[in-house]
């Protein structure tokens, strides 16, 4: 948008009133303003779709309901083109969005996201207003702690109460008095009535729609109202019977029979969880199997059936390897202070020979690998080692770049196609770029930024234009992580803080591998239940995943994913993070990298590689 103060960075949605962007803030008001590069919602309202009265009486819902379980207005933004709300960004996507993954939620998430939901709606209803449009594409969702924060939003045909705190029923005689979705309306919403009840009733619909995966009532808009009036909860066994009880009560068809308000009903629900035979299914994924009813069931993934026994070789290395990782050519593993190069297999699985083994004065605590070689960090160099050298070049050492005192830790990261190396060290950012000549490197420093977090980034290059860095902080009292992007010129071109600690354990020391989807990352939240994130960025999406275990350590192929758990399972998962198989790994894996086009490297306390050859097809 021209003579705006915000950037806009995708679209992210697009509803009956206007479309959602993704937008980053150019520039900052003040000392109290948002910090430049946040990132925000702009929900589009244009003047035929959503008039003027619609506008004020949504932007007076979102400026009085203040609640972590309601979407916040930040501000108003007029342009020659628009009207919009700047809202709170919520990475997570709509339930919706969430619902049409696989198996994505446990019992318990699920049960605890309706809670947080009827948080939510308690504020609402105790502050007069009936929002009566509750439905998975109107619950956004944060990614927290502890799993997903749902918060309610779109109150754009929200209702308010003639006096705050009835639970009477009211009616509104005017042409939008039944808008809404039938599939999750109360009986009485399609008579024009509402109350606090008609939103509990919309409640009891997604709560067995998140068991089952389907709604219990089905059809024409006609059918729905018919149903919903006059048809019989049929509710499946396989719903444990304290769930049962609180939608036959949520879901009675009489408003007054049903929860006197939405506080009650998240009490009952608190109390199911407690029950034993809820709590034996706690872990178990929901919606349950066979209860699923989606017309996008032809595009699920097929379950990959794996050849066993999986072929293996090993290969005998100097010293227990702590750092795997490879390109499309090379293999590389750091044992102590020697790196080990093995070249990639190109048809059949051959361990082959060592391609080399360079030995380097310090122990070795990451690679880089790049177009024609590797960047080796140590504590105090950075080293160079092509892929015909026999010997390192150091092209960088951290005692000759002018500070004060020689910085014990550093984080690197480096892009030959732009030839640019990002370099963090205490406060700072440094921007190098890369002159190749006759096979020898130099670097000239070409910008320098001040950081202002007291503790180091991990950075990875995005693109020829594009850095990230990230900040994990686990000694807060809530747990998070702050991505920051820059371009290669310093500026910010957005950031956003999760609250969750993304792992360092995933991968060798970084928190983030990159995949072969533009601008998506592989991460895993330390201190949550066993999950792991798929990051998307430009504009800022994130799916969890849920596991069966804790996940240990992964990597990233052309066509998905590897992630291996503290028992030595490898699950195999595409590139949109669907589960399409597993296997039992021979060793404990502490570390894992791809190995020819489906094969897997993986190493352990022993002093050996592992190489495993997964020949796998899909199920016709």
Known sequence: MQNSKYRILGLVGQGQFGRVFCASLRESGGKNSRPVGQLVALKELSHTSAPTSEFLRELWFLITLQHPNIVACIALEHTATGRYLVMDYCEGGTLRSLLKQDSPLRLLEGLQLVIGVLAGLDYAHRRGVVHCDIKPENILLSLGPKGWLPRLSDFGIARRLPEIGTTRLHQ????????????????????????????????????????????????????????????????PEVIPEPLQEVLKKALEKLPA?????????????????????????????????????????????????????????????????????????????????QVIILPQPHQSLVAGKVKTSVSFPESVLGILPALGGSCILTQERLYWLGDRASQPECILDIGDIGLETIPTLYKAAVDFHSRCLAVAISGELRFYSLAIESGSITLTLKRTIALTEPNLPELMFLDRRHLLATWPDTEQKQPQTTFKVYSRRGTTVGSVRLLTSIGQAIAQGNQLLSTAEPYTLLGMPLGSKSAILLIKLLPLKVARIPLESLPTCACATSWGYFVADAQGQILVCDRKGSQIGNFSSPVVPKAIAPWGKTG??????????HFLDVNFETDP
């Open 172 to 235: 509104e005689i005017s042409p939008d008095a039944t808008v809404g979705s039938p599939a999750y309306m109360a009986p009485e919403r399609f008579y024009g009535l509402y109350s606090p009840m008609s939103d509990i009733y919309a409640v009891g619909i997604l709560l067995f729609e998140l068991l089952m995966g389907y709604r219990p009532f089905s059809g024409t808009p006609g059918d729905l109202m018919w149903a919903h009036l006059n048809q019989r909860l049929q509710l």
């Open 257 to 337: 029979r049903r929860f006197a308000s939405a506080s009650h009903m998240a009490q009952a629900l608190r109390l199911a969880m407690y029950d034993r035979a809820v709590r034996q299914l706690g872990d178990h994924a929901i919606p349950w199997e066979g209860g699923i009813e989606n017309d996008e069931e032809e595009d699920r993934p097929r379950i990959i059936n794996f050849h066993l026994p999986i072929t293996a070789s090993q290969l005998s290395v100097p010293a227990p390897v702590t750092i795997l990782v490879a390109n499309e050519a090379y293999l590389y593993g750091a044992a102590g202070s």
């Open 600 to 609: 897997l490297a993986i190493t352990a306390d022993s002093g050996c590689i």
